[in-house]
């Protein structure tokens, strides 16, 4: 009888605080708690839980940043790792959020990792499980509550309820509208700008999840998510407009990790030289020079060359120049670092094969990014 009162109230609620437009606390409430214990329990008896993945205390401290900026400040939020393939995250009411291992491997950063969990608390902040509790018991709540009632009595009506309780539930997992995920959308959007996150992250995730549905056939595991959700390239365009509205540029690099520059020492006939390496290549390598040892005047043009990826340097804006004091490698026209004529030596190139070397690679690289999706 408890539980038969207590679900009658949490069906009353979901159509009342809705219908009303009543401001919700910035808190979780009793009854959102109750409901998102009731639906977890089935859930979680569905899918194998990973309680140590090491992605979990990223993940709290993503919620931590984002959290304090929505509409609900004060939420509690549980997040869950969910042994499966297929890139997926769901929430539940009361603060209760699950992330597929697929869909961490497929997250490249912190960036991209925060658009997936601002799009989830969207969908608390929102109340959309609620709004869709209230969108079915509409079609009749006395019935429905009766059927509900059944649940804990015996016989075959209690088997008969107890299947549609079952629906209900895959409808607070699976049942967001497409109106309701574009809300959702639009709203992690502003809580990344708000929280220090580069939205951009939210562009190239649904990018991900694009080459992802060229590549196969629509996933098995929770197939709402592709029922639902709207088309991704639709996803992908209303995000690119919002990021010209905000005035953002669109630069993937730095939530992609794409265009990786590193430095290497390296030893050659006993002298200790550096390289720089961009996306895996090798562009050039540099000897010692005055004061400066090889790994540091590597690891000066590394950080120059970083800076200009960092921000939106293209293959195009490189340029090489051969001139009598070596060779200058340039961006827009504005010098990077100079290779010498020792350094030339070291490379076994000529000034003009170096040149066209490093021309090339930078250009290999963007290409390769660019295939890949990265960029």
Known sequence: MRKWLLLTVLLIFANCIVAAQTPLPPEVTEQEKKLGE???????????????????????????RIVPVTERPKMTYTIKVVEDNEPNAFTFPGGFMYVTTGLLKLAESEHELAAVIAHEVAHNTRLHAIRMIRKES???????????????????????????????????????????????????????????????????????????????????????YWTTHPAIEERISAVKQWLTAAGLPINRRPVTRALQVEVKEIEANGAKLAALI???????????????????????????????????????????????????????????WV???????????????????????????FLKERLSGRL
């Open 138 to 224: 509409q079609l009749s709540i006395p019935v429905l509550l009766a059927m509900l009632a059944a649940v804990f009595t015996r016989g075959e009506a209690a088997m008969q309820a107890a299947q549609i309780v079952s629906q209900v539930v895959q409808v607070l997992m699976l049942g967001y509208s497409r109106d309701m995920e574009r809300e959702a959308d639009e709203a992690a959007f502003s809580y990344l700008q708000r929280a220090g996150y580069n939205p951009v992250g939210l562009l190239t995730f649904f990018e991900k999840l694009a080459r992802l549905e060229k590549q196969s056939t629509p996933p098995q595991f929770l197939p709402g």
């Open 38 to 64: 009731e639906a977890v329990k089935e859930f979680e008896a569905k899918v194998k839980i990973v309680n140590d993945h090491p992605a979990l205390p990223q993940l709290r401290q993503i919620l931590a």
């Open 339 to 365: 290779l010498t004529a020792a350094d030339i030596a070291v490379n076994q190139l000529t000034p003009d094969e170096l040149a066209v070397k490093i021309k090339r690679t930078i250009s290999r690289g």
């Open 278 to 336: 961009l996306s895996g290549e090798e562009l050039c390598r540099f000897s010692p020079l005055d004061k400066q040892s090889a790994l540091e005047r590597a690891q000066e043009a590394a950080r120059k060359l970083d800076e200009v990826l960092e921000a939106g340097a293209q293959a195009f804006d490189f340029q090489t120049k051969v001139t009598p004091e070596g060779v200058t490698v340039l961006v827009s026209f504005r010098p990077l």
